[in-house]
């Protein structure tokens, strides 16, 4: 069990629609990376929030966004959503805004039908 | 641009054999690089990093890194494999100063009885 949480584990919606997506990072952890995992595109890097504020951007579409609140947990948020966005998404934390070793939520499996 | 590579899709080792897994890398500096596994239906966990210092690393569950500037790999080895070991393995390198990480596309062990 790494300690981050992430909310909720599967998620079926239809095209379209909008989801959002929860993370709970480690005690202490003030920061959090949410990633994508797609057959075709392997693990990508979404967005990176630390202590509230967006510090960088990958390749995230226009359609996602993301926040981290006052208490740290962190929600991930996916609009208008298309067939191709069906993945697994997880989150990350560590303790600072620079390079140290993750740790990662278990995922949650988006469905998009 | 900054990018990590694992030649190898897909590979079968007989359980009690030595295994190693490769991961090429390509930066402009010297980067710092991870090995996470990924066993199915869970997040990653990390086995072991490299920032600098000593290039062979130690891990968890067994498993050392060395890296390797000349040839630019980071290569993963683990004397003898327990069929335990049967997951997705992940190179991973940083992708900037805020730590977000780059992936390789995995490799995915199996180990034979």
């Known amino acids: 069990d790494s300690g981050v949480t992430q909310t909720p584990k599967h998620l079926i919606t239809a095209t379209g629609q909008r989801v959002t997506l929860r993370c709970s990072p480690r005690s202490g952890d003030l920061s959090v990376y949410w990633y994508q995992q797609s057959l075709d595109q392997g693990l990508q890097f979404l967005i990176h929030y630390y202590n509230g504020e967006e510090r960088a951007k990958g390749n995230i579409l226009e359609r996602f966004s993301a926040q981290q609140f006052p208490d740290l947990h962190s929600e991930l948020n996916l609009s208008s959503l298309e067939l191709g966005d069906s993945a697994l998404y997880f989150c990350?934390?560590?303790?600072?805004?620079?390079?140290?070793?993750?740790?990662f939520g278990p995922g949650t499996r988006l469905t998009v039908l | 641009a900054q990018s990590v590579t694992q030649p190898d899709i897909h590979i079968t080792v007989s359980e009690g054999a030595s295994l190693e897994l490769r991961c090429n890398y390509s930066y402009g500096a010297t980067p710092y690089l991870f090995w996470y596994v990924q066993s199915p239906g869970q997040g990653l966990q990390l086995l072991l990093k490299?920032?600098?210092?000593?290039?062979l690393v130690q891990g968890i569950k067994g498993f050392e890194a060395e890296f390797k500037r000349s040839q630019s790999s980071f290569n993963l080895r683990k004397p003898s494999v327990h069929w335990s070991d049967a997951a997705e393995y992940f190179c991973a390198g940083h992708g900037g100063s805020q730590g977000n990480l780059i992936f390789g596309k995995g490799t995915k062990l199996s180990v034979k009885p």
């Open positions: 990350a934390s560590t303790k600072t805004g620079g390079v140290n070793e993750q740790f």
């Open positions: 490299y920032f600098s210092g000593d290039t």
